[in-house]
């Protein structure tokens, strides 16, 4: 075979979109979703640990709507993305419960709306 | 409908109504139990990661976050072992309400949103070896390497952070 036209089938081959089984809406309406769980969560909970929960399952929300759209775009970039929100999301737990940790050692309570040595 | 649109509808009710758990009572109350069902969502949102060919992520989902994020939120709620009254009230104010109800109609507009938008993304097709561990790590230590190095900094300023801001005296 001519190598050129063989450049151009493959080129022409790798332009040609794909149907996937699973569309790519279905899983950014589950990330939306989960998103407004987690934000639900922090707005509505007073209590530091379901707090931080929350915060977690916004994270993942993200995660999958970055992996959704890796699937769609065929490269590995929101991959590596997810693995920086995973580390990051590891760092944030550490700090965060010791936070709380520190908070029950001076209230005696988790209670968010008892943070209030800033004001006045 | 076939196999992987089941399965996916299996996994997607499942992350959420275990996730919507966490943040509803018997999580809300609670916090151990929604420690544990926490982790029940991440195992489900782990398969929805293997039905995108994510199948490395799959398994740093359920090794870093199930598996080492958890255990600590589960040691600390378990260590403070709070009660009722050290867990606090949940006050429900009318802003509370206003603001459950924003993040509620913002997302069902977000999803009427993306359904119409993003039926017009052609997929391309996925390279060989897609979502494996040497795909990614070309990436990262191809085009991500300097962020990757920071990651690094980053969790040794988080675990010298949480030494210091649990430590009793400094």
Redesign the interface.
């Known amino acids: 075979m001519n190598p050129v036209s063989d450049v151009a089938a493959r080129a022409a081959e790798a332009a040609a979109p794909v149907a996937h089984s699973i569309p790519l809406y279905w899983f950014l309406v589950v990330a939306v979703v989960l998103f407004a769980i987690g934000s639900a969560g922090v707005l509505a909970r007073r209590n530091a640990l379901t707090v931080l929960m929350s915060v977690e399952i916004m994270l993942n929300a993200v995660n999958l709507a970055f992996l959704a759209f890796a699937r769609e775009w065929g490269n590995m970039h929101g991959h590596v993305v997810t693995f920086f929100v995973i580390a990051v999301a590891a760092a944030e737990a550490a700090i965060g419960l010791a936070l709380v940790l520190g908070l029950f050692r001076h209230k005696k309570s988790v209670n968010l709306d008892e943070l209030t040595a800033l004001r006045n | 409908m076939?196999f992987?649109?089941i399965l996916?509808w299996l996994l997607?009710l499942g992350?959420?109504v275990t996730?919507?758990l966490?943040?509803l009572p018997p999580?809300?109350k609670n916090?151990l139990y929604?420690?544990l069902l926490?982790i029940v969502?991440?195992f489900f949102?782990s398969g929805?990661?293997v039905?995108?060919?994510?199948h490395?992520?799959a398994v740093?989902?359920i090794l870093?976050?199930a598996g080492?994020?958890m255990v600590?939120?589960t040691f600390?709620?378990m260590?403070?072992n709070?009660s009722k009254?050290?867990?606090?009230?949940?006050?429900r104010t009318i802003a509370?309400g206003v603001?459950?109800v924003a993040?509620?109609a913002?997302?069902v507009k977000?999803?009427l949103v993306?359904?119409t938008q993003?039926?017009n993304?052609?997929?391309?097709?996925?390279?060989a070896g897609?979502?494996g561990v040497d795909?990614?790590a070309?990436?990262?230590f191809h085009?991500?390497l300097v962020?990757f190095e920071l990651?690094g900094v980053?969790?040794l300023?988080?675990?010298i952070?949480?030494?210091v801001?649990?430590k009793?005296t400094l």
């Open positions: 076939g992987e649109q996916f997607a992350v959420i996730s919507a966490v943040v999580g809300g916090p929604g420690a926490l969502s991440f949102m929805l990661y039905l995108l060919f994510a490395t992520m740093l989902q870093v976050y080492a994020i600590l939120f600390v709620i260590l403070l709070l009254k050290e867990l606090g009230d949940e006050t509370k603001g459950v993040v509620v913002l997302a977000t999803a993306i359904e993003t039926l993304i052609p997929a391309k097709p996925l390279p897609f979502g795909a990614i070309d990436t990262l085009n991500y962020p990651t980053l969790l300023v988080a675990v952070g949480a030494v801001l649990a009793r």
